[in-house]
């Protein structure tokens, strides 16, 4: 009786977060076709200042082409989705409608973790797909720009690194977006509080993908864990919330 009790959560669980991921599906593509065009055109323009700026050595390396126009794709999608997370989630934590979500017969902590998770599932891979297609282009176009690289092992290296840290730089500025305007009850802190993350991360980004790719990539995995930590336990807090 007991497991069968507990198939049935489990698939209550599971419906609630395909239902989640079928209203805002259609996000995947426009983030998708956003990012690559944000990601190509910002490595054209650093390839382009690179060739006539010979003095400058950070662009003057595919390394540092690669972290320069990563970090402005990241920028780009931060606000979009910071805009969307207000869209599409933090509004029904906000005011009179945090009263409608709450009356609803699910745990309150099951309900915002299922929607958290598949909105980052939509952004994510979306945002991680569109960098590696780039990237692939990248290379190629490598061959004929021919900037400083060590070799294509060392190139295969990078863009796993460089992709993977912009994911997880992407989800910190997002995640953190979503706690502070919920906590703060105000919509609007959700962009604010992106835009003011994005100019912190962007610094990090940058600086620390051109010179210390290995050491930025293990500190964005540790804050990636803590910060998930930290949301979880906030949304154990919503279910000793009162409904005004």
Same mark, same amino acid.
């Given at each position: 009786m007991m497991n069968k009790n507990?198939?049935?959560?489990?698939d209550e669980k599971v419906n609630i977060f395909?239902?989640?991921?079928?209203?805002?599906?259609?996000?995947?593509?426009?983030?998708?076709?956003?990012?690559? =065009?944000?990601?190509? /055109?910002?490595?054209? +323009?650093? !390839?382009?200042?690179?060739? #006539?700026d010979g003095s400058s050595d950070t662009i003057s390396s595919f390394q540092g082409i690669i972290a320069l126009s990563n970090t402005v794709?990241?920028?780009?999608?931060?606000?979009?989705?910071?805009?969307?997370?207000?869209?599409?989630l933090v509004r029904f934590y906000i005011g009179d409608q945090r009263n409608r979500t709450f009356l609803?017969?699910?745990?309150?902590?099951?309900?915002?973790?299922?929607?958290?998770s598949s909105f980052f599932t939509i952004i994510l891979t979306s945002f991680g797909s569109a960098l590696f297609v780039s990237f692939i282009v990248? =290379?190629?176009?490598? /061959?004929?720009?021919? +900037?400083? !690289?060590?070799?294509?092992? #060392?190139?295969?290296?990078?863009?796993?690194?460089?992709?993977?840290?912009?994911?997880?730089?992407?989800?910190?500025?997002?995640?953190l977006s979503e706690l502070i305007s919920i906590w703060k009850q105000s919509e609007i802190t959700t962009v604010i509080t992106a835009v003011v993350l994005m100019l912190m991360f962007s610094n990090?980004?940058?600086m620390g993908l051109m010179?210390?790719?290995t050491?930025?990539?293990?500190?964005?995995?540790?804050?990636?864990?803590?910060?998930?930590?930290?949301?979880?336990?906030?949304?154990?807090?919503?279910n000793k919330m009162e409904v005004y």
């Open positions: 507990e198939n049935v959560i489990n395909k239902y989640e991921m079928s209203k805002i599906k259609s996000t995947w593509s426009k983030v998708f076709l956003i990012t690559i =065009v944000i990601q190509l /055109l910002s490595f054209m +323009f650093f !390839s382009v200042v690179g060739k #006539f794709t990241m920028c780009g999608i931060s606000i979009y989705g910071a805009v969307l997370l207000r869209k599409e609803f017969p699910v745990d309150r902590k099951d309900l915002i973790m299922k929607k958290t990248e =290379v190629v176009l490598n /061959l004929f720009l021919k +900037f400083d !690289s060590s070799n294509i092992i #060392f190139e295969m290296y990078l863009g796993f690194v460089v992709i993977v840290t912009s994911c997880i730089l992407l989800f910190l500025i997002l995640i990090f980004s940058a010179n210390f790719p050491v930025t990539f293990v500190s964005s995995v540790m804050m990636g864990l803590l910060f998930s930590w930290i949301f979880i336990e906030f949304s154990k807090t919503l």
